[in-house]
């Protein structure tokens, strides 16, 4: 499918809606790039789908603007904002074929027979269905239907697609496939992709944006990998991943940040974003950044006794009792340098930049 | 049941037979009454349609070439076809605001449409006789705001008998409408809107092609009702708009033809059984929609 057009971008600016008492959107801005694939992660009932269905134009904010190719679209009636949307459960039509669903966007807009044909050839090959054309929605599988609604949603070349959960019914293998030809379809595609789900491996594997919603609020976006490396609150470090928290009080010890915890002190990398001294803070630290030595009764390092372990083929998570609380540890199968014990003595190190200031929002 | 020796016992019963044996004996007391006043009136009602007044099919020939029966076939016809679509039209959208309406309203206007089921049929009749008959409620208060001079024929007439018909069949078309559009999902209109649909064009091309089994099983439903309405075309129609019902009691009871008005009643019971199979059809069709 070729592009006639560069594809735009979804501008939301202080987007609020509210039923009854509560609010479903409090005051969300995000800046959609053009062509990017951005991800809206968050629990159920964060008010990711609100946000998703107010871009679409099935629901209408209290307030804010969401503005596409610079043009306020707030008022606009869904069918004029020509965004390709696949729904959560797919809604295809169960009275048409597949060719019949595909084609419905085009004769809606009277396009000339042969070219309905051409257009509907082309985008059920783009999903590999070519050979499913004259089968009902009820006659295929879960992701045969997932790749019906992505061609319907496509065919009529829409410059932003929007994506309600799409691959939540379907079974964890499929998913995964699927996965790998989303990101595939939207980088050949080049268009707008906005992606709801509640799924942050999902969110993670595919996306150029993640934004993360909870309450009704963005509370971060950026890259994966900086909302991975530098969670900026607490939720989020525990939602993407896992982490391992330390609480203690920041202390500028010989002008070099740290986080005192109970006896220890453990340094902070410089150039953090650091309150200042003496605030309470917590420390974030994933757990394959950890380093895992046999405690030889001395040295750097925080002691620890190992109290259970989980070998998962490619890994090893480990349960490390310290007097900081408990830690997890996930250390690579081959790099594993001892044989685990329960009860082992353990020493625990981590470099100043693997730890994380989050904020407290639990 | 463990008791083998029991079993045994039962003259000639093997295990299985027993309980067929108990299903027939509870069904026997139905099977009698039916026997004796359904299905032997029914076959009564059969014989003397091509017994009398001669043997012969001659009053299934009648049927078709003796005028003033097919002046009442023909009303019966066009009142049937007029009230059965009007019911139809006004029931698929009662059923549409119902199914769409919110939670608390949703069972509000339900139990409007089934009010209605309360009201006898000769009550309702009587009821649109007082309010517009020619000193009835309505005619009386146009005239008194000075809208019309002379009042206006509403009953006695076509006019009256649809009134009354379609006032007691809306409920029959709202319910399987309701049941039908219960099982449309939710997200069809809006997929529609997204691929550029207008709410008009998401209504003709999705919600209507796909509440089409509704429409047709309760179109059937509710005109095979209308055949068989006499109450309402006798005291509405005034008998000036005679309708087979009235026709057939007309035979039996006052000019005693019975031959005619029973091939009569035996023709609108095949019509009526055809169409019912014609319904058993589209309702299996709908079914196949189901697993969307």
């Not at chain 1, 995964?176 to 709801?196: I, N, P």
């Not at chain 2, 705001?145 to 009354?164: A, M, S, T």
Request: charged residues 15%; positive net charge.
């Amino acid at each position: 499918m070729t592009e006639t057009q560069a594809p735009s971008g979804v501008m939301i600016q202080r987007v609020v809606k509210q039923y009854g008492e509560t609010y479903a959107l409090k005051d969300v801005s995000l800046d959609i790039p053009a062509g990017s694939f951005t991800t809206l992660l968050g629990p159920s009932g964060s008010g990711k789908t609100t946000l998703l269905m107010s871009i679409a134009g099935f629901t209408r904010p209290d307030a804010g603007r969401i503005l596409a190719n610079g043009r306020d679209i707030i008022a606009m009636p869904p069918e004029k904002r020509e965004f390709g949307m696949v729904f959560q459960g797919y809604a295809l039509f169960p009275h048409l074929t597949v060719a019949g669903n595909v084609a419905f966007a085009l004769k809606l807009r009277r396009r000339p027979r042969a070219e309905v044909q051409e257009r509907v050839k082309r985008a059920l090959d783009l999903v590999q269905l070519g050979h499913l054309a004259d089968r009902y929605p009820r006659q295929l599988s879960g992701g045969q239907q997932q790749r019906v609604a992505l061609a319907r949603a496509l065919v009529f070349e829409p410059q932003v697609l929007l994506l309600d959960e799409p691959l939540s019914a379907l079974d964890k293998s499929l998913r995964a496939d699927l996965q790998w030809e989303l990101k595939a379809l939207h980088a050949r595609l080049g268009l707008t992709f906005v992606y709801v789900t509640h799924d942050q491996e999902e969110a993670l594997s595919m996306s150029d944006q993640i934004a993360i919603i909870r309450g009704g609020e963005v509370v971060q976006s950026g890259a994966p990998s900086a909302l991975y490396e530098r969670p900026k609150t607490h939720f989020i470090a525990s939602f993407l991943g896992r982490s391992n928290y330390v609480e203690g009080r920041v202390s500028g010890r010989n002008g070099t940040p740290a986080v005192v915890a109970g006896p220890h002190v453990l340094d902070l990398p410089p150039g953090a974003d650091i309150p200042a001294e003496g605030n309470p803070v917590i420390l974030a630290i994933r757990p394959e950044k950890i380093a895992v030595t046999v405690d030889s009764g001395s040295g750097p390092g925080l002691p620890g006794c190992l109290t259970a372990w989980s070998y998962l083929g490619a890994s090893v998570t480990c349960r490390v009792a310290t007097d900081l609380g408990e830690f997890h540890v996930q250390l690579p199968t081959w790099q594993a340098a001892f044989e685990p014990r329960e009860g082992q003595a353990l020493r625990l190190h981590w470099p100043p930049d693997a730890g994380c200031i989050v904020r407290d929002d639990r | 049941m463990s008791d083998a020796s029991q079993i045994a016992a039962a003259p000639n019963l093997p295990r299985m037979d027993r309980t067929q044996v108990t299903v027939w004996a509870m069904a026997l007391l139905p099977i009698a009454v039916l026997s004796v006043f359904y299905f032997y009136p029914l076959i009564r009602v059969l014989l003397i349609s091509v017994t009398e007044p001669t043997p012969g099919f001659g009053n299934y020939i009648d049927i078709f070439t003796s005028s003033p029966v097919r002046k009442v076939l023909s009303t019966t016809l066009w009142i049937c076809v007029v009230s059965s679509s009007i019911s139809l039209m006004l029931g698929y959208l009662l059923a549409y605001a119902i199914v769409h309406a919110t939670g608390r309203w949703q069972s509000w206007m339900l139990l409007a449409v089934l009010l209605s089921f309360w009201v006898s049929i000769l009550i309702r009749a009587f009821a649109w006789i007082a309010l517009l008959q020619t000193r009835g409620m309505v005619n009386e208060t146009l005239q008194a705001i000075g809208l019309i001079d002379d009042p206006i024929r509403f009953i006695r007439n076509p006019f009256g008998v649809i009134l009354g018909m379609v006032h007691y069949m809306i409920p029959y078309a709202v319910l399987p409408l309701m049941a039908n559009m219960r099982t449309i999902d939710t997200r069809y209109v809006p997929a529609a809107r997204g691929l550029g649909a207008s709410p008009f064009g998401a209504f003709w091309r999705v919600f209507l092609p796909l509440s089409l089994p509704g429409l047709i099983s309760a179109g059937i439903l509710v005109f095979i009702f209308s055949i068989g309405f006499y109450i309402t075309p006798a005291l509405l129609g005034g008998g000036r708009t005679t309708m087979v019902a009235e026709y057939i009691a007309l035979q039996v009871n006052e000019t005693l033809a019975w031959g005619q008005g029973t091939a009569l009643a035996s023709s609108m019971l095949f019509v009526v059984f055809t169409l019912l199979i014609v319904l058993g059809r589209i309702v299996k069709f709908r079914n196949m929609f189901g697993a969307a």
